[in-house]
C-alpha cells in the first residue's frame, strides 16, 4: 500500500512536470516551503496561542507560531495576524463566526460575477447561514458596478460588506469600498486568496489599509504551503483568535504554519517582487495574443494574474463550453479549468468560459515567446480539434517546452 502511494505522488510529480499549468489558484512552492510542509512539526499538537496552549512540548513550536505571525506582520504591514486557519474556506468560516450573528445581512459578490462560494452562494454554509445579497458587475463593462452596490448597502444596511474574487480581472477600488463600509456601518471584508502574492510583492494596491479583515490563501499567486491566513485591525484581532480556536478549529497545522512562515520570508525576497511582476506580464501578455488571436476577454483583459476567455462568442471555434475547451485542452498537457462568465447561462459545471493564470507557468520561468506561444497553441487546439495529427504535434510540443523549463523546485 504504502509502496503504491508513493508511486502515485510520483505520477502526480511526472504529470505537473511534463503539463502546462494555467490554473489560476495553483503554483509550484520552493523546496523549503515542502521541506517544512514535510516536517516532523506535524506530530506536534498545539491548540492555543503561543504562550497559552492546551499541551506541554510547545516551547518550539510557540516560536515557530510566533515568527510566522511577525512574518506576516511584516509582509503585508499589518496590526494582527491570525496563521491557523487551515484554508481560504476555514478562514472565511472564522471572519464570519468572529463578527456575524446568524442570518446578519453581508453583500457579496455573486459567483458568475467571480466571487467566491464562500462569499454567499446558497449552497454553502455562506448562504445558509446568513442573509448574503450579491453584487455583481456592469452587464457593459464587466467591472464591479460600485453604483450597484452602494445602493444595495443603503437598501439592506449589512453588517459586512465582503469583497474580493476568484475569477475577476481587475483591481478593485478599496477607498470607494470602504467608503460604502462607513456609510452604513458595516464591516469591510477583503478576501485576497487570489492575489495575495502580488499583494505582498507591491506589484498591486493592498487591501490591508482600508479593509478592518483580510482573509487569504497561502498557496495560490503567494506560492506557500495550502492554508489559510486572517489579518485584521488590533482591536479585533483577540475576537478573531478566539473564533478560529477554540471556535471553529482544534490544534493548529504547525508544520503547514512553518511552510507559511518560509513562504512570507520568500516573498520579502527582491525575486519574488520580479516573479510577481512576470506574472502580470505574462497574463497581459497572454491575454493579449488571445485578444489579437480573436477572442473575447471578459472586461477586455487584465491587471493582475488571470484573464477569462468568453466561449460565447462563437467566431474563433463554433459552439464550446467551458467543459468542452477544459477536457480538450488536457488532452494536449495544457491545464485549464471552465469557470462562468458573467451573466451566463450554463450551469457551474458546464461553463462558457475558460479562466487561465499565470502564477505557475511563470515560476517554471517562462516568458513572453514562451506563453504566446501557449496561447497559440491553445487557439491551434481548438481549431484543429478534429485533425488527430495536428493535435499530436502540438501535444509533442507541449511536452518539449516543459522539459525545457523544469519546475524550480520539485523536490519531495
Ligand atoms: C477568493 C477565494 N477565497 C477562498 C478560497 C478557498 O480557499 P481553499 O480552497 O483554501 O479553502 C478560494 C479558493 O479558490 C478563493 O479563490
Known amino acids: 500500500m504504502k ?22 489558484s495553483e503554483n509550484y512552492a520552493s523546496s523549503a516551503v515542502l521541506a517544512a510542509t514535510g516536517s516532523v512539526l506535524t506530530n506536534k499538537y498545539a491548540e492555543g ?25 511584516k509582509l503585508f504591514k499589518a496590526d494582527h495576524v491570525n496563521v491557523q486557519a487551515h484554508s481560504g ?6 471572519v464570519y463566526f468572529s463578527f456575524l450573528k446568524l442570518g446578519d445581512t453581508v453583500l ?15 449552497i454553502n454554509f455562506s448562504g445558509k447561514f446568513y442573509n448574503f445579497i450579491p453584487y455583481g458587475v456592469d452587464q457593459e463593462s464587466e ?7 452602494e445602493q444595495l448597502a443603503q437598501q ?12 475577476y480581472a481587475r483591481l478593485m477600488d478599496y477607498e470607494r469600498l470602504a467608503k460604502i463600509a462607513q456609510s452604513v456601518n458595516a464591516l469591510l471584508f477583503v478576501d485576497m486568496a487570489h492575489i495575495a502574492g502580488l499583494v505582498a510583492a507591491d506589484i498591486i494596491p493592498s487591501p490591508v489599509p482600508w479593509a478592518d479583515i483580510v482573509s487569504s490563501t497561502t498557496h495560490k499567486t503567494l506560492r506557500g504551503p495550502r492554508g489559510g491566513m486572517i489579518i485584521t485591525k488590533q482591536a479585533l484581532g483577540a475576537t478573531l483568535d478566539k473564533s478560529v480556536m477554540p471556535g471553529c478549529q482544534g490544534g493548529p497545522l504547525m508544520h503547514v504554519i512553518a511552510a507559511k512562515a518560509v513562504a512570507f520570508d520568500e516573498a520579502r525576497h527582491p525575486s519574488f517582487k520580479t516573479y510577481a511582476n512576470n506574472v502580470v506580464t505574462n497574463a497581459i501578455t497572454m491575454a493579449k495574443t488571445f485578444s489579437d488571436l480573436g477572442y473575447r476577454l471578459v472586461t477586455g483583459g487584465t491587471d493582475t494574474h488571470l484573464f477569462l476567455l468568453d466561449l460565447r462568442d462563437t467566431k474563433n471555434h463554433g459552439t464550446l463550453t467551458g467543459k468542452d475547451v477544459e477536457e480538450l485542452l488536457g488532452k494536449c498537457g495544457i491545464i485549464v479549468n471552465r469557470n462562468t462568465v458573467p451573466f451566463d447561462t ?10 487561465m493564470g499565470t502564477p505557475a507557468l511563470t515560476t517554471r520561468g517562462f516568458g513572453k515567446k514562451e506563453v504566446e506561444q501557449v496561447a497559440v497553441w ?14 499530436e504535434t502540438i501535444t509533442d510540443n507541449v511536452k518539449k517546452l516543459c522539459e525545457q523549463f523544469p519546475i524550480p523546485t520539485g523536490t519531495l
Open 3 to 24: 509502496n503504491n502511494l508513493f508511486n502515485l505522488i510520483d505520477l502526480e510529480k511526472r504529470r505537473q512536470a511534463s503539463t502546462v499549468n494555467l490554473i489560476a
Open 89 to 94: 474556506a476555514s478562514a472565511n468560516f472564522a
Open 378 to 391: 491553445i487557439d491551434d487546439i481548438i481549431r484543429h480539434r478534429n485533425d488527430d495529427n495536428q493535435l
Open 143 to 149: 467591472r464591479i458596478n460600485y453604483d450597484q452596490l
Open 346 to 355: 450554463q450551469s457551474p459545471l458546464i461553463t462558457s468560459g475558460i479562466r
Open 156 to 167: 439592506h444596511k449589512p453588517k459586512m460588506i465582503v469583497a474580493g474574487a476568484s475569477a
Open 49 to 73: 496561542y503561543p504562550g497559552r496552549r492546551y499541551y506541554g512540548g510547545c516551547e518550539i513550536v510557540d516560536q515557530v507560531e510566533t515568527y510566522a505571525i511577525e512574518a506576516g506582520k
Open 108 to 122: 457579496g459578490m455573486s459567483l458568475t460575477a467571480g466571487g467566491h462560494l464562500t462569499h454567499g452562494h446558497h
